[in-house]
C-alpha cells in the first residue's frame, strides 16, 4: 500500500504523534527525490513509524546548479516508498518549509568549507538548516543517511553533536551499479557515452584503496595518482580528487589514521560525488 503523502508541518506532526501514542519508534529519512535503490535502503533501514521526506530544498543549490531542473518523479517515489516499507511521505511546498518571513540558518564552520562545500559556497549551510528543521518538525529517534556523501553525513553526525539534537544519525553504505557506478538521482543526465564513462570514477577510488593496502602511506602520492585516473576519463573534468582524514576532513600527510578518498568529477556537464575510505 502507498503510504499517504503529507504537505503540511501541522500534518506530520499529527501523523507522528498518533505513531507515538500507539508506542512506535520513528525513522526519518531525509531526501530530495527521484529515488532510487539507495534510497530504499536507507528506507529499509528506519524502524517503526518512517518517514520519507521529499524535498527539492532551494537553499542548498547554487545560482548557476541544477535546482530548477532537478528531476520531479513523485509518482515513481511513492512506489519505491511502498515498496521498502516507509509510513509516511512528507512532500512540503517551497513556502511550507521557508516561509517568507524566514531569516535564520545554521552556521557549519570549517567542515563545510572543504570538499563540496569549497566548490559549492553555502551548500551545507542550506543542508544543515533543511535537516535541522526535519528534524525539529519529525522529532525522529533515527536519522538515516548515505555514506555516498560522505561530506554530508560526516557534518550532520558533527551538527547533531554540537547543537544537542536528541536523534540517532545512522549512516549506511553506498548502493551501486553492477558496474560499480554509485546510484544517484543525477544519473539521469547523462548520454550513453557519459554512462559508460562514469563507472571510471569508482575504478580509481578501488585503485587508490588498493594502493593505500599495498603499502602507500603518502596522501600525496595517492591523491596525484586518483587525480591522474580520474583526469583521463574520456569527458571528465575532475573538480576536486582528495585523500583526507575522516573526522577532519583536512589533508593528510601520511596515512596514518583513518582517512577518506574523496572524489567529485564532471561527467559532460553532470557533477558526480563519490567516496572510499581507507
Ligand atoms: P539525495 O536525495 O540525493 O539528496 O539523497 C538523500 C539521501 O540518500 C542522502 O542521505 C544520500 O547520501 C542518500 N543516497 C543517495 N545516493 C545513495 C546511494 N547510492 N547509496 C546510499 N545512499 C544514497
New binding site residues.
Given amino acids: 500500500m502507498s503510504p499517504p503523502v503529507v504537505t503540511t508541518v501541522a500534518e506530520v506532526r499529527a501523523a507522528v504523534d498518533a505513531a507515538r501514542a500507539d508506542h512506535l519508534p520513528v525513522s526519518l ?11 530504499a ?2 528506507i529499509r533501514a528506519g524502524t517503526g513509524f518512517v518517514v520519507v521526506s521529499i524535498f527539492v530544498n532551494p537553499t542548498q543549490f547554487g545560482p548557476k546548479e541544477d535546482f530548477a531542473k532537478y528531476p520531479r518523479t513523485l509518482d515513481a517515489d511513492r512506489a519505491i516508498c511502498a515498496a521498502a516499507g516507509a509510513s509516511l511521505i512528507f512532500a512540503p511546498s517551497v513556502d511550507e518549509m521557508y516561509p517568507s518571513n524566514s531569516f535564520t540558518s545554521v552556521e557549519v564552520g570549517t567542515l563545510g568549507d572543504l570538499l563540496c562545500g569549497a566548490s559549492r559556497p553555502g551548500h551545507f549551510r542550506g543542508v544543515c538548516t533543511v535537516v535541522l528543521k526535519l528534524f525539529n518538525i519529525v522529532g525522529p529517534d533515527t536519522a ?6 560522505y561530506q ?2 560526516r557534518i550532520i553526525g558533527q551538527m547533531v553533536r554540537d547543537l544537542n539534537v536528541p536523534v540517532e544519525v545512522r ?6 551499479e553492477p558496474d560499480g557506478l ?5 544519473n539521469r543526465y547523462l548520454n550513453a557515452p557519459e554512462r559508460a564513462a562514469a563507472p571510471a570514477i569508482y575504478r580509481a577510488l578501488q585503485a587508490a584503496h588498493m594502493r593505500a593496502h599495498a603499502g602507500e602511506v603518502d596522501a600525496a602520492r595517492l591523491e596525484s595518482a586518483l587525480h591522474a585516473e580520474l583526469s583521463a576519463i574520456p569527458g571528465a573534468r575532475v573538480d576536486y580528487a582528495r585523500v583526507v582524514d575522516a573526522y577532519t576532513l583536512q589533508p593528510l600527510a601520511r596515512l596514518d589514521r583513518p582517512a577518506v578518498a574523496a572524489v567529485a568529477v564532471f561527467v559532460g556537464t553532470t557533477r558526480l560525488i563519490d567516496n572510499v575510505t581507507i
Wanted: hydrophobic fraction near 40%; charge should be neutral; avoid cysteine.
Fill in positions: 529519512v531525509p531526501t530530495m527525490g527521484a529515488l532510487h535503490e539507495g534510497h535502503a536507507l538515516h543517511f548515505g555514506a555516498k556523501d554530508q553525513a549512516v549506511e553504505p553506498t548502493v551501486r554509485a546510484l544517484s538521482s543525477r
